[in-house]
Structures are given as C-alpha cells and as structure tokens.
C-alpha cells in the first residue's frame, strides 16, 4: 500500500475528525483537540495499511514473531509515525493552513509510560525495524497506567512521582474487547483421569480478564505496519452490589479494582514480599494473556497446533516473560491433549531467548514456595520439565551432581528462571560478542558444553531512523546533500560519509550542526530550569539508568578532581566544560539515589561559585526520557560509557550517542568492544582494565585503600566527600569506596580504574582544541555506525534464528485511502 494523502486531503480528514469526534471547528478547537483529531486521522491510515498487510501474511502463511518483553520504551509517537509514514510535510501544510503548528503538536503528546531504560528502548527500536523490513511480528506487554515513576529532583533527592500518560496517550490505544482472555492464578489444581487422559481443573483461583489495547506501529517507508498489544488486568467478578449497598463502599471497591493493580505500574519495588508477589503475577498474566492470543490467531488461520513451531516464532527478550514456556506446554497438554514429548518438541522448537545480563543478582529468581503458591499448575510443569531436564544432565555429566545443581531450574528451594529460558528455548544469544562469550565462559557454561550449537550472538542495534534522521534533521541533510538518502534505508550506506573525511566544507558544516543541536538542547534545559548553558563548551555526556556498575560515581569523582583544581587556581588555562547527567535510580536502590545526591549537591555547589561556573558545570536532567534524549543526543560531543569491563551487556546508548557524531570514552566493555573495532584506536578513546584484567584483580586481591594511599590526586577528591557539597557530607560514599564496614570495597573498580580515566579524558580534551581533527573523528564514528543500526540485528535474528521472511504487499493490490472511507 501506498497510501500518502497530500495536504489538501489531510486537512479535510483532520476537520471531519473534529466534526465527529469534537463537534469542533479548527477555529475553535482547542490544542489538545486538534492533537488527538490528528492522532485519529493517522490512525486510520496505519489501520488501512495493517489490514492490508495482515491479509498478504495470511494468504502467503508467512511464519510470524511475537516479541515478549515487560517493557517498550515507545517515547511519543506522532512525529515518528509521520515521519514514517512520509507524510510529515503533507502534515505541516495542512496543519498551517488550519492555523497550527504540527511542531507545537508534538508536544501535545506524553512519552508513553511503559518502559525504564535500555531493555524497553531496545525492544521499541526492534518493533521499527521489524515492520521497516516487512516482517511478520507483534509485540506484546502490559499497558501501565502509570509507567516507572516521575522523576522529580528535591535538594538533590529523587522522589517518585507518578507518570500519569495515559490522558494523553490512550488516542494511540485500540482496545480490543472482543479478544478478552481469562487468566487463572492461585486456588488448587485438580487432577482427575477421564476417558484415559489425566484431566487438569481448577478450585478456589483468582480469575482475570486481560483486555488488550493495540498500539499501531510503522516501519519507515515500508509495507509494514503491525500492532504492538498491551494487556489490562481487569477483574472477572461484576461489582459487589451487596456490600456497597450495606454501606461497605470501599470493600466492594477494593474488591472490584484489585486486578487493577497488576498493570498500574511498571517494575513495583520487590524488597518486600508483596512487591515480589505482584512481579511474579504481572509476569505470568502477560505470557498467559499473549500465548492464548498467539493460539487464537494461529487456530483461526490454520485450524491445528501441529505446526505451530512451523509457523510460530515466539522470543523472550530477556527472562521476565520466561513462564511462556510453561504456560505454552500448559495450553497444549492440558487444553489440546498434546502428550508431553510432542508438546515439549513443539514448545522448544518455538521459543527463543536474549539474555541481557551477566550479573548474578539480575538472574532472576523466585522463591518456590512463592511460586506454588500464586502458580501452582505452572510449578507442577516446571518441576517435570526440571526433573526431565536433570535426567539428560546427569547422562551427559555422570556422577556431577553440583554441576546438575547450577544448571537446575529448580534447586534449594529457588526457581531459576535464566535456566528455564535456556532449557526451553532453542536459540540463545547475547547482545554484544563480548557479552555473548562471556556467556559461554561464564554463565552458562554448563548448557554450552551440553548444548553448544544452541548459543549464538546478535550484537544490538538502534532504529537510526528516529535517533538519527528524526531527531537530527541537520546532519540528516548534510548527509542527504552528500552520500544521498540509501541510508535512511539501508543504513550499511553511512560508510559513503567517509570519503568526505578530508572536505573542509563537510568538516565546516558538521560542525556548525553540532553546534546548532547544542543551542537547541540549551533551549531546551532553559525552558525547563532556567539554567542557561555555555553553548561553547564542550558537552560531555552521561546517559543510562543510575547503576554501580554503570560508574557514574568514577565520572563524579573527577569532575570532583577538576572542581578542586579549579579552587587552587581559579585562573587556570581550563577549557569550559559541561557535564550532562540523565539517569533514574530504582525506588529502592537507596547507594544509586545517593549518588544522585551526589550529582546534585556538587551541581548547586559549583552554580553557586560565579568564577567557577563559567569553567565547569554540571546538569541533571530530571525525569530523564527518550523525549529529552531526543534533544541532548544530537548535542553531544562525548560520549560517557565507562562501565566495568565484563559488566555491561551491550549498550544502545553509546551507537545513538555515535550515529549523532559523540566520541565515546569507554572501557572493553559492551558494544564499546565493536566500536572500537569499527573506528580504530585514533577515533575513540578507551581507558581502564579490560574484563580479564579484573578477573585477575579480584583473583589476586583487590585493596582500593592502596590506590588511595599512592595517588594523591585521587585522595584529595576522596577526603573532599567526607566534607561534601552544599553542605551534605558523602562520607557513606568514602567509605564505601575505601573501607565498608560490610561488603567489598570498591566493587566495580571505580578506584582501580580512575588513574587511566583521568589521563584519558585529559587527553580527550586537549584534542578537542583541534577543532578539525575533532570534526573528522566525529564523521569517522558517524560512517562507522551503520552497522548497529537495529535493522542489521533485526535481518540477523529474522535469518539465523526465528527464519522469518520478508512480505512485501503487492503493489498491483487495489489501495483504499482514508479519505474515501471517511466520505463515504
């Protein structure tokens, strides 16, 4: 389909919406009418191109992917699907001769609250690239009410507000109330033989209803349009009359919002018991919910579960929707009489898995006897599949009981759920090819050496159509003007970018485009604080969600060391620099929001020092989101990715930060390790002790208090917490980089790593004075970015691991047009 109403039929669309929705003229609209009149009218054009794309899948009967994650960190929509859609001009036109601006419009919009960080913008980077590549998919999770949290900064604390979204962020929202599905937990599972079969009923369960609301997502310039559907928990039993009647207002409200709270808010706090409950039920009502659609839908098109596995990708981006495989065996045996090996044969030949952790304590893991209690069909599943599994470990390892014990999915009184994920998935693959090995290496090298051909590496990717030529329309012309526009579709093409390396007047204008950003996320943080920054000096970047291993405390700590040079010798030859933080702390992550603090208090300290601040500032972004990314990204000169070697997954903050023309200073860490690969030692700068070195620094002793004692740079910045900033004492984070009183010391080397840091940022800036070697750098890293775009990623799993093809509709196929269908 091809469907693209120019301007005139636009604003005819936009002023029949209006009529009909509003009973409202463009004249007397009011902004926020207008907003969701537009929101309608796209809508209906991605509605036209999703029906048709979904009957040429089902008359090919293409293979499809269903994509499971807790989160999918959307941002706002309306500007990308335009963009999209190519109908942002047409949309601007129409707009301005209805006395709006399309710009204003966008504002108009909530970023949707149903995504933190990393995971979540990885898998809405996945959804545009899927359908940008005409593939097959869906995505499923839950529709938050209320998103993670607002982040709102009072003297320096985080406080948690809630993100209240969906007021302006249900327009997007279909909500599908003829496909409701029941979903069961707790009571007591009875078992009764019948007919020669074990029957499986239910006692005493909690039932809800999971409502599904579509949210229509585009690919860029494509066929593609698919749905990304998001579950409501709503209670199964009508309203208690009785109680409310006899006066019990708020019993019988209770016990009609009660299934409520499974969707209100995103990751609840788990260091209490009730917090962990709630986890474990918004993971199993999202797998369950969305493992009934996906065998609805498949029944509806091919009448049989035979050939499912056939025609059935389903993948589980990371381990929180692991319990599809259960429930899926679940369905088939008890609900299609499948026997247990053929239900298992189709359920592992189905599902695939990402793991995006190395980190022990983010292996997730559940308590048994949580599990029986709140899934108790499920945990009588998983203990056969465990029994099952032990068996074929114990012939593989004879006699190696510990090793059958770590590999268990069951085992002293945990259920493990990353081992679960790989025993009933048939691919598994990290994000980064570091990450990846050390997988094999590390933590599950058990099931590697068992089952070796079963794990494989996808390096992450980002969708460059939006962190690229949406949200940087100025380089995306200086790159329209030069290497032509292939790469907005084939992003392999940015690599042309490198022979205007040496061009003076690309250099110029590459420059003057930073530039330009940098006034415009001035602006931008102007508007919000009032907070006026030095355009001039140079924006150095700290993006990710607040984590020990993410280090933004080595960051703090020689910004601390520069503040303190500054002091000594206020006169010094001393480039201006601005350090930008953006980051949320978990609710109950109490050393993260002292960090904040941190950040915070040297930030009003610093402010308050005339002299000083107009040599060294530092922002923190409040409320930090993919809205606000949007705007610093491309204003960024350097790149911050300074994670312990060994720790971090992949990364995706670093290739947007890179496609935008950031230079990164980072460890071996990550994606850092293939950057580095993809630009050369000279256009990045990469510091500190890579992951075998650490490895073999913790295995020879690790004592933080000897650095302390030799580097007397560091300790001056070390003594200074103690005294603190704007007076708070940082004394808590001293000693626990030095001595704690429990714990190790320094446990993610901020110590250890700070010397190499320092020399290397010094370095980093004293090249920054050469504007032209810095500028080619920056195209360097610009040319060298195609290949973490996301639609490289995306081509590897649809090839290698869920055989996925591509359907194109055919362009001879009769097109209907939003404005025929509203005429009539």
Not at 248 to 263: C, G, K, P, V
């Amino acid at each position: 389909m091809n469907y693209k109403p120019n301007a005139t039929e636009v604003k005819f669309n936009i002023e029949q919406k209006l009529s009909r929705q509003f009973g409202a003229t463009a004249r007397d609209a009011s902004r926020e009418q207008m907003y969701k009149a537009v929101v309608h009218t796209v809508k209906d054009i991605l509605t036209e191109k999703r029906s048709e794309f979904k009957d040429t899948i089902n008359h090919k009967g293409e293979k499809r992917i269903y994509y499971m994650c807790m989160e999918f960190l959307m941002g706002r929509s309306l500007k990308t699907s335009l963009h999209n859609l190519g109908l942002a001009e047409s949309y601007k036109k129409a707009l301005k001769n209805l006395g709006y601006d399309l710009n204003d419009l966008y504002e108009c919009e909530p970023d949707a609250g149903l995504g933190n960080g990393g995971l979540g913008r990885l898998a809405a980077c996945f959804m545009d690239s899927l359908y940008s590549l005409d593939y097959p998919a869906c995505g499923f999770s839950l529709c938050y009410e209320y998103g993670l949290f607002k982040q709102k900064i009072v003297d320096g604390i985080q406080v948690e507000m809630p993100d209240i979204w969906l007021p302006g962020g249900e327009v997007w929202l279909v909500p599908r109330t003829d496909r409701i599905f029941t979903v069961k937990m707790g009571g007591k599972v009875i078992e009764k033989w019948q007919n020669g079969r074990l029957e499986i009923g239910y006692e005493d369960t909690e039932d809800f209803e999971a409502v599904p609301y579509d949210m229509m997502v585009s690919g860029g310039d494509s066929d593609g349009v698919n749905r990304l559907r998001l579950w409501k928990a709503r209670d199964i039993r009508s309203f208690n009359m009785g109680l409310f009647t006899q006066g019990q207002y708020t019993r019988a409200l209770e016990e009609s919002n009660s299934a409520e709270i499974i969707s209100k808010v995103l990751y609840p706090s788990d260091n209490h018991m009730e917090g962990k409950l709630l986890r474990l039920t918004q993971q199993y009502f999202l797998v369950s919910a969305s493992v009934q659609s996906i065998i609805r839908d498949h029944m509806a098109v091919y009448g049989t579960l035979d050939n499912l596995h056939e025609k059935v990708a389903i993948h589980i981006n990371d381990t929180h929707p692991a319990l599809c495989i259960p429930e899926l065996m679940r369905i088939l045996v008890d609900e299609y009489n499948y026997s247990w090996e053929h239900a298992w044969y189709i359920t592992t030949n189905t599902v695939s898995y990402t793991n995006h952790t190395v980190m022990p304590e983010a292996l997730e893991k559940w308590s048994e006897d949580l599990f029986r209690f709140r899934l108790p069909r499920i945990h009588t599943i998983v203990r056969e599949i465990n029994e099952r599994f032990c068996k074929e470990a114990w012939d593989r390892f004879p006699g190696n009981w510990s090793r059958v014990s770590a590999m268990s999915i069951i085992s002293y009184g945990q259920v493990h759920m990353a081992n679960l994920a790989v025993i009933g998935s048939h691919t598994v693959n990290g994000v980064s090819k570091l990450h990846s090995q050390i997988l094999v290496d590390s933590v599950f090298k058990d099931f590697y050496r068992m089952w070796p051909e079963r794990f494989t590496n996808v390096t992450n990717g980002i969708a460059h159509r939006r962190w690229l030529c949406y949200s940087n329309p100025g380089l995306a012309g200086l790159l329209d003007e030069t290497i032509g526009t292939g790469y907005r579709k084939n992003p392999e093409e940015l690599e042309k970018f490198l022979a205007f390396a040496d061009d003076k007047a690309v250099l110029d204008k590459l420059r003057a485009i930073k530039h330009d950003n940098k006034e415009a996320f001035s602006e931008f943080i102007y508007k919000r604080t009032g907070t006026p920054i030095d355009t001039h000096s140079i924006y150095d970047v700290q993006i990710k969600r607040l984590h020990e291993y993410k280090r933004q405390l080595l960051n703090v700590l020689n910004i601390i060391g520069m503040y303190l040079d500054l002091l000594d010798n206020p006169d010094m030859d001393f480039y201006p620099r601005t350090f930008i933080f953006g980051a949320k702390a978990a609710p109950g992550y109490q050393l993260a929001k002292r960090i904040i603090q941190l950040i915070c208090m040297l930030s009003r300290e610093l402010d308050a020092n005339p002299k000083i601040r107009e040599k060294l500032r530092v922002i923190f972004v409040e409320d930090y989101n993919v809205s606000a990314a949007e705007c610093l990204i491309p204003a960024a000169e350097i790149s911050q990715q300074i994670s312990m070697a060994g720790k971090e997954a992949s990364g995706t903050g670093c290739m947007k930060l890179m496609i935008n023309g950031a230079l990164t200073i980072g460890t071996l860490d990550g994606a850092n390790v293939e950057m580095h690969a993809a630009v050369g030692d000279d256009n990045i700068y990469i510091f500190g002790l890579n992951a075998a070195e650490v490895e073999e620094l913790w295995l020879s002793g690790y004592t933080p208090a000897i650095y302390y004692s030799r580097n007397e740079k560091l300790r001056r910045i070390i003594d200074r917490l103690n005294v603190g900033f704007a007076g708070e004492s940082f004394a808590d984070i001293a000693t626990y980089l030095i001595s704690p009183t429990y714990g190790v010391a320094d446990p993610y080397l901020c110590i250890a790593d700070f010397d190499s840091y320092n020399r290397i940022h010094g370095a980093m800036y004293r090249d920054y004075l050469d504007r032209d070697r810095w500028t080619r750098m920056s195209l360097v890293n610009i040319a060298k970015c195609g290949y973490f775009a996301a639609d490289r990623a995306v081509a590897e799993y649809a090839d290698r691991i869920w055989h996925l093809n591509r359907v194109p509709v055919p362009k001879a196929a009769p097109a209907k047009t939003a404005k025929a269908k509203t005429k009539k």
